[in-house]
C-alpha cells in the first residue's frame, strides 16, 4: 500500500516523498502535517504529496508498485480514476451550512454523493434528520474516534493518569471542541485550553509561554493531539509533554470489509 496526498499548507511546491516505507524524508514544512502524521503511524506504507494528483499517482505506481494506493481527499480529483470512493461525514453535522467551499464545508454538492461507493460517518452522535437527506443505496458505516493511551518521548501511558489531573491542553485541527470533551470524558481537569488554527506551525515563544502557564497554573500535564505532536521542536517538548492517541473504531466493519474484497 502507498499513499497519495496533496500536503495542504506545506511550503515546498512539487512532489515530495514524505516517506519510502523505511524512514521519514520530509518534516511538516516539507510535506504537510497530515502526511508526516500519517507516515509516522504507518512507518511501512510510502507517503508522497503532490498538488498534481495524476502525476503523483504515476510517480507512485513507478517507484512503489503498491498493491493499493489510498489517495487522500481526492473525491473532487475525476481525472484519476479510483476502484472505490469513500466520503467521510461527521455523524452529527453531516451538511454543515449546506454550502460548499469556501462559504461552507462541503467539497462538493449533495447530490454528487451518488457516485460514492461508502458514506463514513465519524462520531457517537448520528442526525437521523440530515441521514435520511443521504442518497439510497450507498452503503453507510458508522464509526467512534476512541482514545486509547497518552505518548510522550518515554512511550506510552494508559489514560487512568488523568483522571482527577490537572491538565493545559492545546491544538490547532479544525474541531477543537471534540478534543475538549475528549479530555473532560476522560476525568481531566483542563486548567488551560488554547486553541490555534487548523494547521497552525507553532513558534517556539509560543510553546514556552504555553510551557510557563501550565507550570504557574500547577498543571501535571501538558497535552495536545497527534496532529499537533509532529509539528513540536523536539528540544521544546518536556517530559510531561503528551498527546491523546485516538483509533478509529468501526461499528460495523463487516461492510467495509465486503467492499474491499469486490
Not at 521519514?24 to 502524521?37: F, H, K
Not at 507516515?39 to 507517503?47: E, G, N, Q, T
Not at 470524558?185 to 483542563?190: C, D, F, Q, R
Not at 498527546?243 to 465486503?258: H, K, N, W, Y
Request: hydrophobic fraction near 40%.
Amino acid at each position: 500500500m502507498a499513499i497519495l496526498s496533496r500536503g495542504y499548507r506545506r511550503e515546498s511546491r512539487d512532489l515530495v516523498i514524505v516517506s519510502d516505507g523505511r524512514e521519514i524524508l520530509a518534516d511538516c514544512r516539507q510535506g504537510g502535517d497530515e502526511p508526516v502524521m500519517l507516515a509516522k503511524s504507518l512507518p511501512a506504507v510510502p507517503v508522497v504529496v503532490d498538488r498534481d494528483r495524476v502525476r503523483g499517482g504515476r510517480f507512485i505506481e513507478h517507484r512503489f508498485k503498491p498493491d493499493i494506493l489510498l489517495l487522500d481527499d481526492g473525491y473532487q480529483h475525476r481525472r484519476l480514476h479510483r476502484d472505490l470512493d469513500i466520503v467521510t461525514f461527521r455523524a452529527d453535522k453531516l451538511w454543515g451550512n449546506g454550502f460548499c467551499l469556501p462559504a461552507g464545508p462541503l467539497r462538493e454538492r449533495r447530490h454528487h454523493l451518488k457516485r460514492a461507493d461508502l458514506i463514513w460517518l465519524n462520531g457517537d452522535t448520528v442526525d437521523s434528520d440530515q441521514q435520511q437527506r443521504l442518497p439510497e443505496g450507498v452503503p453507510r458505516l458508522l464509526s467512534r474516534l476512541q482514545p486509547t493511551a497518552l505518548v510522550g518521548h518515554s512511550g506510552e501511558q494508559s489514560l487512568v493518569v488523568l483522571q482527577e489531573q490537572r491538565v493545559a491542553a492545546f491544538c490547532g485541527i479544525a474541531q477543537p471542541d471534540r478534543f475538549r470533551q475528549q479530555l473532560l470524558h476522560l476525568g481531566a481537569t483542563i486548567v488551560i485550553f488554547r486553541t490555534f488554527a487548523d494547521h497552525h506551525r507553532y513558534a517556539p515563544a509560543e510553546l514556552h509561554a504555553l510551557q510557563e502557564e501550565a507550570q504557574r497554573t500547577e498543571c501535571r500535564w501538558l497535552i495536545t493531539t497527534e496532529k499537533d505532536w509532529h509539528k513540536l521542536p523536539p528540544t521544546v517538548v518536556a517530559e510531561n509533554w503528551v498527546f491523546l492517541r485516538l483509533t478509529l473504531q468501526p461499528v460495523d466493519a463487516e461492510i467495509l470489509s465486503g467492499l474491499l474484497q469486490c
